[in-house]
């Protein structure tokens, strides 16, 4: 069951401030999923919040397009920055040790849906829609507490 339904239609501006608000609101474990289109803004919403979260905007953040997985150790515990898009199957998940990860440590996951049946209900789900060149819907859903 969904609750805790929030949407909000923000500039880039406002979607990297609101980035910052929301990486003070996270657990030190527990699973951010990531939805959208290729070009969204997933990555960049996500960069920021670790940036936030390391406290450190000037932690260079790369996306995990190739290594599939970023891994920082920060003063609040390990966090996982994961990019599912070059996966063919959700096994691949298990190899690359998603699944221990995601009870132990603070895990983003980008193209969640590349997980099948291993992405968990306990998470918090992120979707990022373009609305136009200059601005994106954002809406973020509690799958279940964390």
């Known amino acids: 069951m969904t609750n805790n339904i929030s949407t909000h239609h923000l500039t880039e501006p406002e979607l990297l401030a609101f980035a910052d608000d929301f990486a003070k609101t996270l657990p030190p474990t527990g699973v951010v999923a990531l939805w959208g289109d ?3 803004g997933k990555t ?3 960069r920021q919040v670790i940036q936030s979260f390391a406290g450190d905007l000037n932690l260079i953040v790369p996306s995990p397009t190739f ?3 970023q891994e920082y150790t920060l003063p609040k515990g390990t966090l996982w920055h994961c990019d ?3 996966l063919t199957s959700p096994d691949e998940c298990l190899e690359l040790g998603l ?6 440590h603070l895990c983003f996951i980008e ?3 590349r997980m099948g049946s291993y992405l968990p209900k306990n998470r918090i789900d992120v979707h990022i829609n373009t609305v136009d060149e200059h601005s994106r819907e954002l809406v973020i859903t509690n799958a279940m507490p964390l």
């Open 84 to 86: 599912l898009y070059r």
């Open 111 to 113: 193209w969640p849906e």
């Open 99 to 104: 699944i221990e990860a995601m009870h132990e």
């Open 67 to 69: 290594t599939l997985v």
């Open 38 to 40: 290729l070009g969204a």
């Open 44 to 46: 960049t919403f996500i």
